[in-house]
């Protein structure tokens, strides 16, 4: 048994949360996956997880070897990566994540210039609307979106991005342009379901904060179709003013309520305070934070 990818396979079915979904992760059948969890239990001679329907969970000697297993697979990852030069020279494979629409609008045309330049760096690009744990999933950096609190992180500030309340001209000719956010109580709205914090619809006056929201016509678990419903006249939106620069530029969509719009969300680009910073993640955020700034100035 090799006790090093048994206990890869172990970490992979404890972060992922069953067997099937770590087959997936680690693109392996689910009889291999199941019998090298089942080969570590009978070498360890104790059971290390236990299975439900849905999930598995962790006995005690299985959330102590777990921990364990974790820091050997990381020492064993930095020499593998010493050895392999990763510290002399900008190279080898690069994990960052960025939401969605910033990545594909913002990020990747930076990020395509990037590799251009730099031949022995292999970029894996994981767009997500939702904040992964850089450490259990090898995230080596991450677009951040508003106030950090994580103090195991170190963030750069590339600039900052305002929420935006729009509707098409369409439907506010049709229903009225709303002068306070109290109005919005007669509009119709389109929102969000599915994220793991739902974008809420807060504003400011006086120094105070409050929220109000219309009514939900539609609700959708991705940005893109939100704005999508918003051009067809559907209803009122809330979202980020990058999302929808070229729809506010072009008229397509219409901003509302400005005077009631609450301070701007801080855009970082955060890395793990691990110590040593591989040249290729130091050569990334050097390559990167400059252009980053210079396109959201751009946007004001």
Not at 1 to 19: F, N, Q, Y
Not at 35 to 53: A, C, F, Y
Not at 165 to 173: F, M, Q, R
Not at 218 to 224: G, M, P
């Amino acid at each position: 048994m090799d006790r090093l990818d048994a206990m890869a396979v172990l970490v992979a079915v404890v972060e992922e949360g069953s067997l099937s979904a770590a087959s997936r992760r680690l693109r392996a059948p689910l009889a291999t996956v199941s019998r090298k969890v089942v080969d570590l239990e009978r070498h360890l001679r104790t059971q290390l997880i236990v299975r439900t329907s849905r999930r598995v969970e962790l006995t005690e000697a299985g959330r102590a070897y777990v921990a364990a297993a974790r820091l050997i697979l990381e020492q064993v990852e930095e020499a593998e990566r010493a050895a392999a030069g990763e510290y002399s020279a900008p190279r080898g494979e690069l994990h960052v994540t960025t939401p969605e629409v910033f990545g594909r609008r913002h990020l990747l045309p930076i990020a395509l210039e990037f590799l251009a330049e730099n031949s022995e760096i292999t970029l894996r690009l994981f767009l997500a609307d939702r904040q992964v744990n850089m450490v259990e999933e090898h995230i080596d950096v991450a677009v951040r979106i508003g106030h950090l609190d994580d103090s195991g992180l170190i963030a750069t500030r590339v600039g900052a991005v305002r929420r935006v309340v729009c509707a098409s001209p369409g439907y506010l000719t049709r229903r009225g342009v709303p002068q306070t956010p109290e109005d919005l109580k007669d509009h119709d709205g389109i929102t969000f379901r599915g994220f793991p914090v739902a974008p809420e619809w807060r504003y400011r006056k006086d120094g105070a904060a409050f929220v109000v929201e219309p009514k939900t016509r539609l609700a959708v678990n991705a940005t893109e179709a939100a704005i999508d419903a918003a051009l067809s006249d559907l209803g009122i939106i809330r979202v980020l003013s990058y999302q929808v620069a070229d729809e506010l530029k072009s008229g397509a969509l219409q901003e509302i309520l400005q005077e009631f719009t609450p301070e701007p969300l801080p855009i970082s680009l955060v890395y793990p305070d691990s110590g040593r910073l591989p040249p290729k993640v130091r050569t990334f955020l050097n390559w990167t934070a400059p252009r980053l700034r210079a396109r959201l100035a751009a946007l004001g």
